[in-house]
């Protein structure tokens, strides 16, 4: 599922492109929570599915806290990107960044 995220990602040109990829990260959350249930990862480790942050709390807080870092520099910052392509970036980092 990751590399299908991925490929979503980086296919993010416009509200449709986006919903889907919401989706489908919405999708990874639920099959990584089921993953766990049966077979906890250690403490502190990504989950099965690669989520650092399982809570809609510690979610929102990586993924403005990436944002937020990453504002202004040219490597993610790109004016010849989608805007809904940064926002579908931002949302990814909650599930990765610490």
């Not at 202004?72 to 805007?83: A, L, M, N, Q, V």
Request: proline share 5%.
């Amino acid at each position: 599922m990751a590399d299908h995220l991925a490929d979503l990602l980086d296919n993010v040109v416009d509200q449709p492109s986006f919903l889907a990829f919401i989706d489908a990260l919405a999708n990874d959350f639920a099959m990584d929570r089921n993953a766990e249930a049966s077979s906890p990862s250690p403490a502190y480790v990504a989950s099965t599915l690669g989520w650092e942050n399982g809570t809609v709390d510690a979610f929102l807080d990586a993924a403005h806290a990436w944002g937020a870092s990453t504002l202004g520099r040219h490597e993610f910052d790109r004016p010849d990107i989608s805007p809904w392509r940064r926002c579908a970036e931002i949302l990814y980092a909650g599930k990765v960044y610490e």
